[in-house]
């Protein structure tokens, strides 16, 4: 992995940029050439060398959050900025930036994102690896919203983690020993999963369906304070069964594919809270937080506070980190180099 900058395109030349034209499993993403784009009012373009894959992706392609067709995925890129749109301040042409790229296109050549959603690698950051910046922009800035702003984790409480060896779950783990949780559990649902999340600081690390017991045993039978849910189906209708009285149970994806429906009384009858988290909808209402979030993210991981672990792919391997992820056979995190 290196830093070296990308080659600047010709404004409006063509670029490489995966794409899906139907909804569909990973066969339907496509690499193809589109023109680059321009920047409009309040954003900047960036030459893109490391682009990340998330989760969230794989939900667009596969038609569970209403997108507009063709699309264009990626939702994290670093590079270089190619040009500055009006009313940008901060950012000049040649600047190493990392992005959160909330509106598609970050895996191409070239995209356009908000500038507010930007965050120049310079100063303690310039040291940071492009695909570690490019694999920690979505994921550990999430797992810091969902410990702090969504689960109000405090100092000496249980946190449980679900789908704990994946990018967020890894994040998740450190950020939450950090953050001062007293014991911090991880589920997975293979033991090689299990295996190597244990190299990311949590206190034990089972299957679910040995978690109820787990959980018992470490809190004395007073169950979780805090668990982060991103898996979704029939076990999120179980998580309340594990909380602490106040518990919190904290939602932030769905992988299971599967919807659950809580009753409106729920938190009420069970002494428990219901929480989401959804980085778009972070940046559309909070975007100052959203901002020193990333901020904090990165920096997190520039000190080494995070680990991040990056599996680098070529553009071309777009599908088969989706396959990846899709089939939950993950771990860490996948970021395609874009100019390989």
Avoid at 10 to 33: K, N, Q, Y
């Amino acid at each position: 992995m290196t830093n070296t900058a990308p080659t600047p395109m010709i404004a409006g030349s063509p670029m490489r940029t995966v794409r899906f034209d139907a909804f569909g499993d990973p066969s339907v993403l496509t690499v193809a050439e589109a023109d680059a784009p321009e920047p409009g009012a309040g954003q900047i373009t960036v030459d893109v060398r490391y682009a990340g894959v998330n989760f969230a992706e794989v939900m667009f392609r596969r038609g569970q959050f209403p997108v507009d067709l063709p699309h264009f995925p990626g939702l994290e890129a670093v590079g270089t900025v190619r040009a500055v749109g009006e009313g940008v301040t901060g950012f000049e042409p040649g600047d190493r930036v990392a992005a959160l790229t909330l509106g598609g296109g970050g895996n191409a050549e070239v995209v356009a994102v908000g500038a507010e959603h930007a965050v120049r690698l310079d100063g303690e950051l310039a040291d940071l690896d492009g695909a570690l910046a490019a694999g920690a922009l979505c994921n550990v800035t999430t797992a810091l919203g969902v410990l702090t702003s969504a689960g109000h984790l405090a100092e000496g409480e249980t946190v449980v983690v679900l789908a704990a060896a994946g990018g967020v779950g890894t994040a998740a783990a450190q950020l939450a020993r950090s953050l001062g949780a007293g014991t911090v559990i991880g589920v997975t649902s293979s033991p090689a999963k299990a295996e190597y999340a244990r190299g990311f600081g949590y206190d034990s690390v089972v299957p679910y369906e040995e978690l109820e017991r787990e959980v018992a045993e470490r809190t004395g039978g007073a169950g979780a304070d805090l668990v982060l849910d991103s898996v979704g189906g029939a076990f999120r209708s179980s998580v309340t069964g594990l909380l602490a009285a106040f518990g919190r149970h904290v939602i932030f994806g769905n992988a299971a594919a599967e919807d659950v429906t809580f009753e409106g009384n729920h938190p009420w009858y069970t002494n428990s809270s219901l929480a989401g988290y959804n980085l778009g909808g972070v940046a559309g209402r909070a975007p100052r937080l959203l901002r020193a979030h990333l901020e904090q993210a990165l920096t997190e991981v520039a000190k080494g506070t995070v680990r991040v672990d990056v599996t680098v792919l070529p553009l071309a391997g777009a599908a088969r980190a989706h396959e990846l992820l899709e089939t939950r056979a993950s771990t860490g995190k996948y970021v395609l180099d874009v100019r390989s």
